[in-house]
Structure formats: C-alpha cells, structure tokens
C-alpha cells in the first residue's frame, strides 16, 4: 500500500515579543525618566513665546495662558488626590469640595481679615483642613457605600450654607472675599509675576503626584487596594479596614486643602462656588475620564477638564458659534453640554479613561506592524 504524504506547509515565522525589540527596549529604558522630562519641559514652558492659535489666547508665556495653565495643574493634583479615595480605595466621597473650600477661604480669612503673612496663614490652613478631614472622616467612615457618600454631602452642603451666609463676617457672603495682596510677598503679586504662581501651582501637582505614589507603592497603598477590591478580605487578614480608610480620606482633604491655598493665590480671593458640590462632581468625572486608580488618568482628565471648561466658555460665545442655526448655536454655547457629550463618548469608546488609550491602540499598532 502506498503512503500519501500530505504537501508540507511552512510554519509562520514566530513572533518575536515586544520586549525584544530594539525600539521598545529602548523606550522602556527610559520611560522611568519620562516624569522627570515632563516636569522639567512644563517648568521651562513660560520661556517659550509659542502662540498656539485656537488653544490659547496668546503666546504661552503671557499672563492669561500661565493662569489659565496653572488652574488647570491645580486641578490635576486635585483629582490625583480626590483619585486616591475613590479609585485606589474604592470610596465614593460628594463632600471633597468642602477641604479644597476650606484651604481656599482659610488663607484668605487668615490673610485679609487677620493679617497673617501667608506663610503662616498657609501652615494654619493646612493643618486645620487635615484636622476637619480626620474629624469629619471618623464619623463619616461609620457608614459605607451610599450612606457614606450622603454623609459627606451633608457635611459639604453645611459648609456651602456657612460661607453663603456669610459666617461671623469672614467670607463676604455671596459676593466672596477678595485676597488683600498687601500681605503676600512681592513676587506673588502683579501680572508680571504670574509666572511664580504657575512654578507654585507646578509644584503643589508634582508634590501630590509624588504623594499618592508613594503611598500606593507602601503596605499602607496595598491595604488600600485591597480595601477596594473586597473589604471582608481585609477584616479577615486581622486588619482594620476603618483605620486605613480613615487614613486615606485624611490625607486626600490634606492635599486637597493645601490646593485650596494655591488655588486662593492664583485667582486673587475665595468665591462661593468653590463649596458647591457640583465641584465635588466635576472631580469625579475629571477622575472618570483620566482613569481611575492609575497614575497619570486623573492628572491628565483634570487638566484637560479644566481647560475644555474655560476654553469652551469663549468658544460658545464666538462668531463661528452665534453664525449657526438656532439648534445647533444653542446646546454649543452651553459648556456644560459640549464636556457632558466630551465625557459620554470618552467613556463609551474608552471605559478605561484617558489611561487606556496605549493599551486599546496596541491592536491597532500590531495590525499596522504586520502589514
């Protein structure tokens, strides 16, 4: 009997691993310097006399931009640190807004009304609000879930309600307090020296970036991860998941109290719309869209939030804008509207947030490899 032999078909050749390739090699050599390179071009950044039409309004170094830029950093250390309760830690707080609101009209109560130099009004500020998020966070972490989440709202809405009416004669009411600059050092006043406000808001983001890391890198930042994932695990390893949650939401008011002071310095006084929990709202989305519980998510939809927020303020009252038809002028000329469909498409193509793109793109770039 004869033997058929089948044709023999050649093996594809196999597919060498990213790892191997000199490109990624050499990117990945690197990429524990990227952070240090980012920081190092944003402080260089109000030496550039670049003019970006259609994002900003002047050259990069001029005095609107570097405001406009530093609100926008702030922001970023913000939803870095509100990210440290709700994405590493799995707590769902609608009161944050309340310890940002406190370091805002705490320096400037401290400086305007009792005529503090703002190095001490600073410390106080801080300290206070540290000490408001422990004391607040010891009797709202007796709750969990939605319970937790309306206790902090609670305790926001009475802090709103405190300022708006204008408590003891300190926040000037609805009208806000404007930060009397008599009392800040030359160089923290004055339009030429907007710059210094931009380096101070640049260096509060770097401080809370290098705080939620290392935390999230330490035993503590592994509870915390473990809190979120399934809190009965952590009771049953002889932990107590209410002191390490309690440490958390303290240091999240912290950072987000000491934002608060920058925050007060580079737009000049408190006004009461910082205590509004529709703030509160906005970091969450903000951490929504960068990703929760990654490390560069949050900074990156904070900052981007922000500067979709005021950037979409001029362009719904531009003329290209106004010349369109009644149906489409009206919703575009809503801010609220254009970031609210911005965040519905960010998480219905990319649930994962902002954080996700390389991941869902290396498809993408594998398929375009092979071709």
Not at 91 to 102: D, E, P, V, W
Not at 118 to 130: H, K, P, S
Not at 190 to 199: A, E, I, M
């Amino acid at each position: 009997m004869t033997e058929v032999k089948s044709p023999e078909v050649p093996a594809p050749p196999a597919a060498v691993p990213d790892e191997l390739t000199p490109g990624h090699s050499r990117w990945h050599g690197l990429r524990p310097y990227a952070p240090l390179v980012a920081l190092v071009v944003a402080a260089i950044l109000p030496y550039s006399t670049v003019n970006l039409p259609g994002i900003f309004e002047g050259p990069l170094n001029s005095p609107g931009t570097l405001q406009l830029l530093a609100i926008c950093l702030v922001f970023g250390g913000l939803a870095a640190g509100y990210d440290l309760l709700f994405g590493r830690t799995g707590m769902l707080s609608f009161g944050h807004a309340l310890y940002f609101a406190a370091g805002v009209y705490g320096t400037d109560v401290l400086v305007t009304r009792a005529g503090l130099p703002l190095w001490q009004a600073a410390l106080l500020t801080v300290t206070g609000g540290t000490i408001l998020a422990a004391l607040l966070g010891a009797v709202a972490l007796r709750t969990v879930g939605i319970a937790f989440a309306m206790v902090t709202l609670a305790f926001a809405q009475v802090g709103a309600i405190l300022v708006a009416r204008d408590f003891g004669g300190l926040t000037g009411g609805e009208e806000g307090l404007p930060l009397d600059v008599s009392g800040l050092p030359a160089a923290l006043v004055g339009v030429t020296n907007t710059v210094n406000l931009y380096w101070l808001a640049l260096a509060y983001l770097a401080v809370v970036v290098l705080v939620v890391h290392r935390v999230s890198g330490s035993p503590t930042g592994r509870v915390l991860a473990g809190l979120r994932d399934d809190e009965r695990r952590i009771g049953v390893l002889g932990l107590d998941p209410y002191r390490f949650k309690l440490v958390a939401f303290t240091l999240a008011g912290g950072l987000a109290t000491a934002g608060g002071t920058v925050y007060c310095l580079i737009v000049g006084g408190a006004s009461p719309h910082v205590t509004s929990s529709e703030l509160t709202l906005s970091l969450l989305v903000m951490v929504v869209l960068g990703g929760p519980g990654t490390r560069w998510g949050p900074v990156l939809g904070g900052i981007l939030y922000m500067y979709l927020d005021h950037r979409l303020t001029a362009f719904g009252t531009s003329d290209a804008v106004n010349s369109l038809p009644a149906v489409l002028s009206h919703p575009l000329s809503q801010p609220l509207f254009v970031l609210g469909t911005v965040f519905i498409l960010a998480v219905y193509f990319f649930p994962g947030g902002l954080a996700s793109l390389r991941t869902r793109l290396n498809p993408l770039k594998a398929a375009l490899r092979r071709r």
